[in-house]
């Protein structure tokens, strides 16, 4: 697959996690920001990857470009409880483990949390 088709997957992804957060749908809204974190990540590389350890490898990466030049990134993160860039990756990976019943989250946190991602990612 292309970065190009990659790129249109991300924009699609984002905005129907857009219409499900909006709708309180956090079950679909949380698959598809793991859906459009995974398409950001291999629209921005050459070579696509498959396996979390190496979509995170390289989000982390983006991270951390990307906080030196929006220093409040760190604040929203404290805001959300989480303290290092890999916890942002861990949380959208269990969004997709929510999606299939494998994690938990309340309700109030995820309508933080999601919010947080879909605007993250759009910005990345």
Known sequence: MSQALYSQR???HLKHAQSFCA??????????IW???SALVNSRY??????PEH?????????????????GLLTQMQALGLRRLDDIFHNAYGLHKYFYGGAHYNNRFLSRLIPF???LIANL
């Open 23 to 32: 709708a309180g749908d956090y079950v679909q809204a949380g698959e598809k």
């Open 117 to 119: 991602l879909i605007q």
């Open 46 to 51: 050459p070579t696509p990857v498959f396996k």
């Open 35 to 37: 859906g459009a974190l």
């Open 10 to 12: 991300l924009s699609e």
């Open 55 to 71: 979509k995170k490898r390289r989000f982390v990466a983006m991270l951390q470009i990307y906080q030196t030049t929006h220093p």
